[in-house]
């Protein structure tokens, strides 16, 4: 079992504010993975990492950036965010040879 | 068509019955299979991964994994109220990317 955080779990701003979600992860995971997830609908890939300087944009069209100067940290970040980014965004990771990726408790976030 | 699909239920069963979810996949390079639970409100949680064609248990869930029909299921015996949550079916078709079926929801009435 993985030990993957996520901060903040619940976040409420307003529009155009400028907002970082944490991930971070202290199996030493190489891999890891950004999911945005509206209620009652399926996980959409929106970022993901193989090692410290790689980032590549997921399946789903997303505003947001990432970044990962660090193994253990893949923060995500909204320039501005709007009301449209309402959403579950969860974090995930594995270790190179292995293929289950294992989830962080997720941010909620509501943009007003 | 998607990569994955999966029912989207609600499936409702009586506690103690067999709660059987069923997924298939259109890749069929595809080399890894997993079920995850979630919850109300709550990120995923692995539950079981399959990687052979056949049967794969684990207390009372049983992964069966049929390559020739692109077909992955999963069974729940003895179901129990805890058992209620989303069921989400993933497949690696590639690389290190999981994609994932839109889940089933799983009610056991007491």
């Known amino acids: 079992e993985a030990d993957i955080y996520q901060t903040p779990r619940y976040l409420v701003i307003g529009t155009g504010k400028k907002i970082t979600l944490e991930c971070s992860q202290t199996m030493g995971h190489d891999k890891m993975y950004w999911y945005q997830q509206d209620p009652g609908m399926e996980l959409h890939l929106i970022h993901y990492?193989?090692?410290?300087?790689?980032?590549e944009k997921g399946d789903l069209s997303s505003e947001s950036t990432v970044s990962r100067i660090r193994t253990e940290h893949f923060p995500l970040t909204l320039e501005s965010a709007r009301p449209s980014h309402t959403s579950q965004y969860l974090c995930?990771?594995?270790?190179?040879?292995?293929?289950?990726?294992?989830f962080g408790p997720g941010t909620r976030l509501l943009v007003l | 068509q998607k990569e994955v699909e999966q029912n989207s239920g609600p499936l409702s069963v009586p506690e103690g019955a067999i709660a059987s979810l069923n997924c298939t996949y259109s890749?069929?390079?595809?080399?890894?299979f997993f079920w995850y639970r979630q919850y109300s409100g709550k990120s995923p949680e692995l539950i079981m991964f399959i990687y052979s064609n056949g049967d794969k248990e684990d207390g009372r869930f049983t992964a069966q994994l049929n390559k020739a029909s692109q077909y992955v299921s999963l069974l729940i015996r003895d179901s129990q109220p805890s058992d209620s949550a989303t069921y989400l079916c993933?497949?690696?078709?590639?690389?290190?990317?999981?994609?994932f079926g839109a889940g089933t929801t799983v009610t056991v009435r007491a």
């Open positions: 990492s193989y090692g410290v300087n790689s980032t």
């Open positions: 995930a990771s594995h270790r190179q040879g292995q293929e289950t990726q294992y």
């Open positions: 993933a497949v690696n078709p590639n690389d290190y990317k999981l994609s």
């Open positions: 890749d069929r390079g595809s080399q890894s």
